[in-house]
């Protein structure tokens, strides 16, 4: 059964450091999205995707981050300056339509 | 703006009964639909059971069941004969409005639930 990937699956990183969290969304879907979980929180929208650009974004989706799908399977997240506030759980989900299917997620931890 | 609400924290339920998740919700949208998702102590976030703000019948997906009540904006997750696999976190999700495709999911705080063999 197809499903969204993610890479890596934990990344530590320095304060200030870039990082790229990597997805690849089931293949004939056509609307991606990125959602973070702090620790113990509940799931927040970060951006959604669809025809090469944003359709929207949450006020957490500020100017230290930017999306990208730069060869038509890969779908990515860009953190251009991480913050301590930055760590958390990062899901890429994709939809056909209506449902969501999540990836399993990418544990960023900021030091 | 659209808002769920789980008030269950957690839930502790013995094995084979059957346990009911409460989530309600708030939307001006005549169009919108309700998720469940599952997310064991693995952190994944799975799939359960979708219903349709015009979907007459509710919800099935094997032991999992949804009890959709609109007029009282409502949509409760129902497991039957529940197993330990069944114990994780529960989040109720929503996506709105008229436009289907590309929306975004806003989640309820999550329900633990723990199944005691």
């Known amino acids: 059964e197809p499903e969204v990937t993610q890479t890596p699956s934990h990344q530590v990183t320095q304060m200030g450091q870039e990082v790229i969290l990597r997805c690849v969304p089931i293949?004939?879907?056509?609307?991606f999205y990125w959602y973070r979980q702090i620790l113990g929180q509940k799931v927040e929208f970060l951006v959604s995707?669809?025809?090469?650009?944003?359709?929207?974004k949450s006020e957490i989706f500020d100017d230290q981050f930017s999306v990208e799908r730069p060869d038509g399977s890969n779908f990515t997240l860009k953190i251009r300056s991480t913050k301590l506030e930055d760590s958390a759980m990062y899901f890429c989900?994709?939809?056909?339509?209506?449902?969501?299917?999540f990836g399993p997620g990418t544990r960023l931890t900021v030091l | 703006a659209q808002k769920i609400t789980q008030t269950q924290p957690g839930m502790f339920v013995q094995e084979k009964e059957a346990v009911t998740l409460d989530c309600t919700y708030d939307?001006?949208?005549?169009?919108?639909?309700l998720f469940w998702y599952k997310q064991p102590s693995s952190g994944e976030m799975i799939f359960l059971i979708y219903?349709?703000?015009?979907?007459?019948q509710n919800a099935t997906e094997g032991r999992y069941s949804l009890n959709f009540q609109k007029a009282r904006k409502s949509a409760n997750l129902v497991i039957s004969a529940s197993q330990l696999g069944d114990s994780a976190m529960y989040f109720c999700?929503?996506?709105?409005?008229?436009?289907?495709?590309?929306?975004?999911?806003?989640f309820g705080q999550g329900t633990r639930l723990t199944i005691n063999p």
């Open positions: 999700a929503m996506r709105g409005g008229e436009i289907q495709g590309a929306q975004k999911l806003v």
């Open positions: 939307t001006s949208d005549p169009s919108y639909g």
């Open positions: 995707f669809y025809n090469n650009e944003i359709s929207e």
């Open positions: 989900a994709s939809s056909p339509w209506d449902e969501q299917f």
């Open positions: 293949s004939n879907h056509l609307y």
């Open positions: 219903q349709g703000s015009y979907d007459q």
